[in-house]
């Protein structure tokens, strides 16, 4: 809103300088034809000014520095507590959705089975965050590759 309206104020200076300048370089100012130009640049600077000083005085004030602000994360976090995880293979609640769904990711085979093709399940997708829900340890290498190698495959698949 503010560089709209230092925009608009730029604007109505430079029309007003335009002006002035075509005044100046005429040979015989009528006062027919400038005078009613005149006014009506006049008006439109004087409309302007008022639009910038209501700018002014609706200016919000920065929160104070000890002011906590909102965070994006917060809002992510919450996010993320807040989605389900389909735990993978046996872990699931109706146990596997096909013949290749494995809690231990290093016994899914990388092409998909025609079983796993014709599945209507969606498979089992761990988000890659370390608060996301997941079936294996926080801070663990194995949890870190199954994620990866989980997300990967999707992709590839």
């Not at 096909?98 to 016994?107: A, C, G, I, P, S």
């Not at 014709?118 to 290498?141: D, F, K, S, V, Y």
Request: charged share 20%; hydrophobic share 30%.
């Amino acid at each position: 809103m503010k560089q709209q309206g230092t925009a608009i104020i730029n604007m109505g200076q430079h029309i007003e300088e335009c002006f002035k300048e075509w005044q100046n370089n005429i040979a015989e100012p009528s006062k027919g034809t400038v005078g009613p130009l005149q006014d009506h640049i006049q008006g439109l600077l004087r409309q302007v000014q008022r639009g910038q000083e209501r700018i002014k005085a609706t200016r919000v004030s920065p929160p104070p520095r000890d002011h906590p602000k909102p965070s994006l994360s917060e809002a992510f976090l919450a996010q993320i507590a807040a989605t389900p995880y389909d735990m993978p293979g046996n872990l699931g609640p109706n146990g596997p959705r096909h013949d290749n769904d494995d809690d231990d990711f290093q016994t899914i085979e990388i092409a998909p089975s025609n079983q796993e093709l014709q599945c209507e399940l969606p498979p089992a997708l761990p988000i890659n965050h370390p608060t996301a829900l997941h079936h294996l340890p926080l801070g663990t290498m194995k949890r870190h590759l199954d994620v990866h190698f989980r997300l990967y495959r999707e992709e590839f698949v």
